[in-house]
């Protein structure tokens, strides 16, 4: 081969592969095109080998030369249709990632549960009013849950509330009442004013009643406490919970641990008591909130009967106490006019975003 003839194939040569190195759209097929033109078997290895065997010293130099250039030449394409696919690539990346113009999202705010909102209400009326948190055992031995509460083994009151054994002993606790006996026994010296917020359970299941629920119990023990304590503290709590213009109303019910005991009932708001009218409204014009009976049962209370007292190692000559026991739920459900109490369990976002 002679040195026109090198030159005229590079010319050619050089020209071809700059188009297919600049026609090639992905990586794959820009690296065909430069095995095809800079490989082993490419036109620039064959004319490598070519100039080696060119007749004079001087032909040799100036084919390595041009050899050199065409071969700087096109790599440097290469390098630099390599970087532009590469950056495509990215900006494709980043375009099917990043979508500038689609709206913002909003991310989701966590936030207090009803049931939590409402009992941290409850528990700020009753820290304002002077009572310190207590707290109890879920699983709770059957002397704190009943024995010390006036059920002794076979007492028919233990039929109020359909319980959950774990063996002979102990039970999953039926209500916060215990805490009351445990109270008293830790902080031995009156006055004794704790609340207790906590999970109880009963086997019991309905539109109104859950097999786990809540309750905040209140125990108020001192040398004078009254029944006139008792329901001032009510009316205090219900018109903070509930509104001013919310009324309590006691009606004489029985507890084997309070003497004597009360079901405490609220003014109905939403009839204001007057049993017809407001948002609850029936077909029939009469309230369905409160059955137009004007008021709603919300807890049960009492004065803490002298025997328990004893139990808790207190003297019942001495001092006296009031106790109430608050369903949280109930009260939730009142609150809000949540129509069945499983809403609170499911963890439907539908429902806990109402709040
Ligand atoms: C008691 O549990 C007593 N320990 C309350 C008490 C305390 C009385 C201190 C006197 C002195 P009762 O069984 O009525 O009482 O329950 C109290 C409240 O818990 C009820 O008013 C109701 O709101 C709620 N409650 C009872 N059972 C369920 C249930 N299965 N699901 C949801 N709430 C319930």
Not at 59 to 87: M, P, T
Not at 174 to 202: E, K, N
């Amino acid at each position: 081969m002679t040195l026109a003839e090198i030159e005229q194939i590079l010319q050619r040569s050089v020209d071809q592969a700059l188009s297919a190195l600049g026609a090639a759209t992905t990586a794959d097929e820009l690296e065909h095109s430069r095995v095809h033109y800079l490989g082993q078997k490419g036109f620039l290895t064959q004319a490598k080998k070519s100039v080696g065997q060119l007749a004079t010293v001087d032909d040799k130099k100036q084919a390595g030369k041009l050899v050199n250039e065409a071969d700087a030449r096109l790599r440097k394409a290469y390098d630099d249709h390599k970087e532009r696919i590469e950056a495509a690539l990215r900006e494709a990346e980043l375009a099917e990632r990043w979508d500038v113009t689609l709206p913002g999202r909003r991310s989701l705010r966590g936030k207090r549960h009803p049931l939590t909102m409402t009992a941290d209400d409850i528990l700020d009326v009753l820290g304002s009013l002077g009572f310190m948190r207590a707290e109890g055992p879920e699983i709770e031995h059957d002397w704190y849950n009943f024995e010390a509460l006036n059920m002794p083994r076979e007492h028919p009151a233990r039929d109020m509330q359909d319980t959950f054994y774990i063996d002979d002993d102990v039970v999953l606790r039926t209500h916060t009442s215990p805490v009351q006996v445990r109270a008293m026994l830790a902080l031995a010296r009156p006055p004794i004013r704790v609340a207790c917020y906590g999970r109880v359970y009963r086997n019991d299941h309905d539109i109104t009643h859950s097999p786990m629920f809540h309750q905040v119990e209140g125990l108020y023990v001192d040398e004078t406490v009254t029944f006139g304590d008792l329901k001032g503290t009510l009316q205090v709590f219900v018109e903070r919970i509930f509104g001013a213009r919310s009324k309590v109303r006691l009606r004489p019910s029985f507890f084997p641990f309070t003497e004597p005991s009360v079901e405490v009932d609220l003014s109905c708001f939403s009839c204001g008591g007057s049993g017809s009218g407001g948002a609850a409204l029936g077909d029939d014009g009469r309230c369905r909130l409160c059955k137009a009976t004007g008021w709603i049962e919300i807890m049960g209370a009492g004065m803490v009967d002298p025997e328990v007292l004893r139990f808790g190692g207190l003297d019942p000559d001495k001092l006296t106490g009031f106790a109430f026991g608050i369903g949280v739920e109930r009260v939730a459900m009142l609150r809000w006019g949540v129509p069945d109490i499983r809403l609170f369990f499911e963890n439907d976002r539908r429902f806990l975003q109402q709040f």
